[in-house]
């Protein structure tokens, strides 16, 4: 997880609390994403940032919102959590280095809506 | 029919055999192909990328593109009991949307 850290590794939520899940690189990476990851259901991409003070909605956006605070970090907010947002959230980053692409992850959110 | 596809396993390969992996995608318009590793309660891990036809090597790893008839597959050398993991595809779509498949799981028997 080389340069892309994300808080909290764990957390568990009530239906309607709200929370906020942090991400943050170092490695001067322009795009920066969340997925989240269900059970044999592979990556769903919710919202991603291509780079500083843009975002675009992904596959799964609804119930989410995320700000591109600097080129650092992104953040992923639940405003209304709901049950079926109970999963694992991964942040993500990414560029084109030196024309070969690059893209880490970070260790993830594991995330419990009861 | 799913836009990614992969066969969810799991596959059984026996020490320093060699493993393939299989994906299959719906749109013939994608350009860039990925391969990723992912060890149980852990991170994704990006380890291939294709964009054109044939083949890439990479150690151990070597990514096949076929985009006639629209599959990519993972091939691993000398397969060990570290490589059991599993294996996402993930695929570059029109309207720069990056799709993954449920993965497959690999298990290297010693």
């Known amino acids: 997880n080389a340069g892309v850290t994300q808080t909290p590794k764990f957390q568990v939520l009530k239906t309607g609390q709200s929370m906020t899940l942090q991400c943050a690189q170092d490695?001067?990476?322009?795009?920066m994403y969340w997925y989240r990851q269900d059970p044999g259901m592979g990556l769903r991409l919710i919202y991603y940032?291509?780079?500083?003070?843009?975002?675009d909605k992904g596959e799964v956006p609804n119930g989410y919102n995320v700000s591109r605070l600097n080129k650092r970090e992104f953040s992923l907010r639940l405003e209304s959590a709901a049950p079926s947002q109970t999963s694992v959230y991964f942040c993500?980053?990414?560029?084109?280095?030196?024309?070969?692409?690059?893209?880490?992850f970070g260790p993830g959110t594991r995330l419990t809506v009861t | 029919q799913k836009e990614v596809e992969q066969n969810s396993g799991p596959l059984s390969v026996p020490e320093g055999a060699i493993a393939s992996l299989n994906c299959t995608y719906s749109?013939?318009?994608?350009?860039?192909f990925f391969w990723y590793r992912q060890y149980s309660g852990k991170s994704p891990e990006l380890i291939m990328f294709?964009?054109?036809?044939g083949d890439k090597e990479d150690g151990r790893f070597t990514a096949q593109l076929n985009k006639a008839s629209q599959y990519v597959s993972l091939l691993i050398r000398d397969s060990q009991p570290s490589d059991s993991a599993t294996y996402l595809c993930?695929?570059?779509?029109?309207?720069?949307?990056?799709?993954f498949g449920a993965g497959t799981i690999l298990r290297v028997k010693s």
């Open positions: 993500a980053s990414s560029a084109v280095v030196s024309a070969s692409y690059e893209q880490y």
């Open positions: 940032s291509a780079s500083e003070g843009t975002t």
């Open positions: 749109d013939r318009g994608s350009q860039s």
């Open positions: 490695m001067n990476h322009n795009s």
């Open positions: 993930a695929v570059w779509l029109y309207g720069n949307k990056l799709v």
């Open positions: 294709i964009y054109s036809n």
